[in-house]
């Protein structure tokens, strides 16, 4: 299994990013994928979640109508679209799967938020 995350970098705040997340080593199309973050000095955070056919979402609160999860099952790729991204958004992003007993976690991709 291995989940490569992209997409961070430094944003002003207002401002938007598109994270993706490639996966590989599994049946993507059968599996629910997360989107995780860790902001410094801080515990590791669940920001969203969708199904595996992609058909249901789940948002934290704090990024709630901000934050967008997709998938793509032909690319195996999942994507974390950030809107109206504020300071308290910066964070180390990562992507994760559940397979069995498992948890499987990307090495993450950097978001800074400042002006």
């Known amino acids: 299994v291995q989940l490569v995350e992209s997409g961070g970098g430094l944003v002003q705040p207002g401002g938007s990013l598109r994270l993706s997340c490639a996966a590989s080593g599994f049946t993507f199309s059968s599996y629910n994928m997360k989107w995780f973050r860790q902001a410094p000095g801080k515990g590791r955070e669940l920001v969203a979640n969708i199904t595996c056919s992609g058909d249901i979402t789940n948002y934290a609160d704090s990024v709630n109508g901000r934050f967008t999860i997709s998938r793509d099952n032909a690319k195996t790729t999942v994507y974390l679209q950030m809107n109206s991204l504020k300071p308290a958004d910066t964070a180390v992003y990562y992507c994760?799967?559940?397979?069995?007993?498992?948890?499987?976690w990307g090495r993450g991709t950097s978001v800074t938020v400042s002006s």
């Open positions: 994760q799967v559940l397979i069995s007993v498992g948890a499987y």
